[in-house]
């Protein structure tokens, strides 16, 4: 079946990129999905990548797929003390372990 | 905005009782979901619904049921709560299925 992998922990500087991996066994899922889970709160739908595309940019916030390597990232520019947060890579209904964001001042 | 709520944020039952989680939302979506949240595993799909008195169990559905006898409310039951049931209940809907708006959580403590 399909699982999505991520690493647990993720500590950067304020004003740093980040950049946050996630690697897919499989996937005819249209869109691959990106959460963000601040604490206390549910999930919260970031940003999306049509299965078709190589990347997206929004705003701070840059998707890369590599659909040959089963491999999708999301990169915040000037990541900012209110991005710390857990962040999910998702296949619809498929979820990965979520990375926490660690922002120092 | 599309708006899901969950019937209560904190829940603390004792082995053995039956508990109830409540999700409603009001966009009118036909797909809703119900998921766990636990540390290091991320979400996993207990059950979603994608009609009114449709189901189909997700990844692990062992020791729930769930009711959606009405578009807007999906309901997920705990039979008889076990300690291994502890966790995060998160529920979620959409228009289509890969479409997933999510409620705030529900954090379940069983005693």
């Known amino acids: 079946g399909e699982d999505v992998e991520q690493s647990l922990f993720l500590s950067v500087r304020e004003g740093d990129s980040s950049v946050i991996n996630c690697t897919y066994t499989d996937s005819s899922s249209t869109y691959l999905y990106w959460y963000k889970q601040e604490p206390g709160a549910g999930l919260q739908l970031l940003t999306y990548?049509?299965?078709?595309?190589d990347m997206k940019q929004d705003q701070r916030l840059t998707v890369l797929l590599n659909k040959k390597d089963k491999h999708l990232s999301l990169r915040i520019a000037d990541t900012q003390t209110g991005d710390s947060a857990i962040y999910f890579c998702a296949l619809p209904s498929i979820f990965g372990q979520g990375t926490t964001l660690q922002v120092k001042p | 905005d599309v708006k899901v709520t969950q019937s209560s944020r904190y829940l603390v039952k004792r082995t053995g009782e039956k508990v109830f989680l409540e999700c409603v939302q009001d966009m009118d979506h036909e797909n809703m979901f119900w998921y766990r949240q636990d540390p290091g595993l991320g979400l996993r799909l207990i059950y979603f619904?994608?009609?009114?008195?449709?189901?189909e169990k997700g990844d692990i559905p062992e020791g729930y049921s769930v009711s959606r006898e009405k578009k807007e409310r999906f309901s997920l039951i705990l039979e008889s709560a076990s300690t291994n049931q502890t966790s995060m209940y998160l529920c979620?809907?959409?228009?289509?299925?890969?479409?997933?708006?999510f409620g705030p959580g529900t954090r379940l403590t069983v005693t």
């Open positions: 619904s994608y009609d009114v008195k449709m189901k």
């Open positions: 990548i049509f299965s078709n595309m």
């Open positions: 979620a809907s959409g228009l289509r299925r890969d479409e997933q708006y």
